[in-house]
């Protein structure tokens, strides 16, 4: 019940693509969804983040759609560039504990 | 500090050693993790830190794994008679209060068992 699972383990998208990342999780009492974007050599960064009592957040060329009634919420990248190709990791929790992420998914833009 | 700061950066040991990874979160960070990343795979977690509440500790995969936090400031990450299957990337990450606000990562530290 504390697991979020992710899909696709890896994802090509051509320059300008959309690119979509969906994960799943099964605790209804995780209320805080975030997307982290991770480059090589690096710690993940945030990049985007919703709570459950809204169903789509959009900052700039990302986008998370939440469906709380199946459990699941996904992200979007518009017009996808060759700086997005990162691997992303969702991730879910709740106010007393702790972030579980995903097995994070690589994505590749091809010029 | 800027960010949160991890040391060493990178680490070779000699199986059967012990190892301190250590972790400085960002000032008035109350909430503190500790990730395994092995290459190409995801975070696994280890060990979370939430003010003066007891840890998190569901993750620690052996019991030669064991972490400590002093109040609100450094952590550090031990691993005792390491094996090589230990060899991984360990990241760090704090927040401002808990589970629900944004954590910053680390660099993390690349431990390599020879």
């Known amino acids: 019940q504390q697991q979020v699972k992710q899909s696709p383990q890896s994802l090509i998208v051509q320059k300008g693509g959309i690119s979509i990342i969906n994960c799943a999780y099964e605790?209804?009492?995780?209320?805080?969804f975030p997307w982290y974007q991770q480059f090589p050599g690096k710690g993940p960064a945030l990049l985007i983040a919703?709570?459950?009592?809204?169903s789509e957040k959009k900052e700039g060329r990302f986008t998370i759609s939440f469906n709380k009634s199946a459990k699941q919420f996904s992200l979007h990248i518009m017009d996808s560039q060759p700086g997005d190709s990162a691997t992303y990791f969702c991730?879910?929790?709740?106010?007393?504990?702790?972030?579980?992420f995903g097995q994070g998914t690589t994505l590749q833009v091809k010029p | 500090g800027a960010g949160v700061s991890q040391s060493p950066s990178n680490k070779v040991t000699e199986k059967g050693k012990d190892v301190e990874l250590r972790c400085d979160p960002i000032?008035?960070?109350?909430?503190l993790y500790w990730y395994r990343q092995r290459l190409g795979q995801g975070l696994e977690f280890l060990i979370y830190?939430?003010?003066?509440?007891?840890?998190?500790k569901s993750g620690l995969p052996s019991d030669r794994f064991s972490a400590e936090r002093t109040g609100e400031s450094v952590s550090t990450l031990t691993i005792q008679r390491t094996q090589q299957e230990d060899s991984a990337v360990y990241l760090c990450?704090?927040?401002?209060?808990?589970?629900?606000?944004?954590?910053?990562f680390g660099q993390g530290t690349r431990l390599t068992v020879v």
């Open positions: 990450a704090s927040s401002l209060r808990n589970g629900n606000t944004e954590a910053f």
């Open positions: 605790n209804t009492a995780f209320d805080y």
């Open positions: 919703i709570r459950p009592d809204v």
């Open positions: 991730a879910a929790s709740r106010a007393t504990g702790k972030l579980i």
């Open positions: 000032s008035g960070h109350t909430a």
């Open positions: 830190f939430q003010g003066n509440s007891a840890p998190d």
